[in-house]
């Protein structure tokens, strides 16, 4: 599969090359990102599980986390604009705004009143408390 995705990609950037018509690029600014530049980090211990998204440029106020279960969603809205001056007279104004959001799921259910999420440097890091299973296990005496 990934070796069918980096073909795609060189298919893309060939084409590009190639044809650059068809290809727009913004006149400033990166891109909108894609789910897959979205990195996590995912790691385990005994009580909870711990998530590190890089999502850079995008302040903390349009990222969005949701938590189903055992399925996190994170969801950031990216919005990139020119700013002129008082003095400036506009010839040319773009926007670019856009949404990408990125799912997983994880092997337990998480308890969703004692997650944490922080956003710093462009890194959210999530806390994520596993939920202990209703139906535990007892053991029974034989008599």
């Known amino acids: 599969m990934s070796a069918l995705a980096n073909r795609s990609y060189l ?31 995912v790691k385990e211990s005994k009580d909870a599980y711990t998530v590190h998204a890089e999502i850079p440029g995008v302040p903390k106020e349009d990222i969005h986390v949701s938590v189903d279960g055992n399925l996190v969603t994170l969801q950031a809205e990216v919005k990139q604009q020119d700013s002129t001056g008082d003095n400036d007279t506009v010839l040319r104004s773009e926007r670019y705004f856009g949404e990408v959001s990125r ?16 956003f710093e440097n462009g890194v959210l890091t999530l806390t994520l408390p596993k939920k202990l299973a209703a139906n535990l296990a007892q053991k029974l005496t034989i008599e």
Do not use: C, W
């Open 11 to 41: 298919l893309n950037d060939f084409f590009r090359d190639i044809a650059p018509a068809f290809y727009v690029r913004p006149l400033h600014g990166d891109p909108l990102p894609t789910p897959a530049q979205i990195k996590v980090d």
């Open 103 to 118: 799912s997983f799921q994880l092997p337990m259910d998480i308890e969703q009143a004692q997650a944490k999420a922080k």
